[in-house]
């Protein structure tokens, strides 16, 4: 039996325009806003859900402890890297995140991405630049392959971009089961057949969330598995690749090329040496950035409380030990 007012504990600066859209909750929820612990010491105590908007992993782990009846936390983020502390983790209490939210607009980055070097396009504009006219030859993506590593709601739609450019796509996944039947995808394989992908792939998507067992699973060896016209793009999060080792396949042009939107170090350092090479397209971890994506994660939230509230499953409810 629920009851009649929910308490919803938001830690996010009170300014965030998103958190008007609350607004029409109030009547059934009473919501308390804030970015310090001791905002949250009345409300805590018998608080039901928790939105973590936009915290430091600290602030959520003392409101976390400060909050022993809780029954639900969301992150607006898709990734849980940073918020899968011990405690959160041991307890009862059911995590979602907005995974899907985002993965229209990060399967778009990487067909640009694979546009940008099929056809050339930093050739182009350093020839316009230039004043020089130049023809050269461009690639199709039609009848090459894509290589996903992750296939989780970011890697299907990236398969999408695929399937619609003609491409032949295979995923890997901790799972490979669950995707057999997938109509986007020509081939499933394990983690462990990481190299077999890593050697038939054009194009290579890294999609995985972070945990320990895909930390670093995109290795110097993978790396060095790949085609030397093969490319690698990550849209996932930094720690799955081995930066130094894409580097060094990078400068010595063993690869053509890498599409990176996330990194180990982010904001990347001004002196970072990736702004130097001229074969990687960098982008500072805005590809899922629309007009709308935080409107849209807030809705997407809107409908999980609602669900919530009337004791309904859970949308985008994630394995805790798994890390997704």
Known sequence: MQKDTVTLLVLADPAEP????????????????????????????????????????????????????????????????????????????????????????LGEFVAAAMLFFAKDFRRMLRNQAAGRWEQFDVEELHGRTMGIVGYGDIGRAAAAQAKGLGMQVIALRRQPDKSRADSLVDEVMGQSDILELMRHSDYVVVAAPLTPDTRGLVGAAAIGAMKPSGVLINVGRGPVVDEAGLLAALRNKSIRGAALDVFDQEPLPQDHPFYAMDNLLLSPHCADHTQTWVDDAMRFFIVNLGCFSRGEALANLVDKRLGY
Do not use: C
């Not at 003392?62 to 898709?78: D, E, I, N």
């Not at 890297?81 to 607009?105: E, H, I, K, Q």
């Open 18 to 105: 998103q958190l008007k859209m609350l607004n029409p909750l109030r009547d059934t929820t009473n919501i308390v806003v804030g970015q310090s612990p001791e905002l949250f010491e009345q409300a805590a105590p018998v608080a039901d859900a928790m939105l973590v908007w936009s915290a430091s992993r600290s602030l959520v782990q003392q409101v976390f402890a400060m909050a022993p009846k809780l029954r639900w936390v969301h992150t607006r983020a898709a990734g849980l890297d940073t918020l899968l502390f011990p405690a959160l983790v041991d307890s009862p209490v059911p995590l979602t995140n907005s995974s899907g939210v985002y993965s229209r607009s």
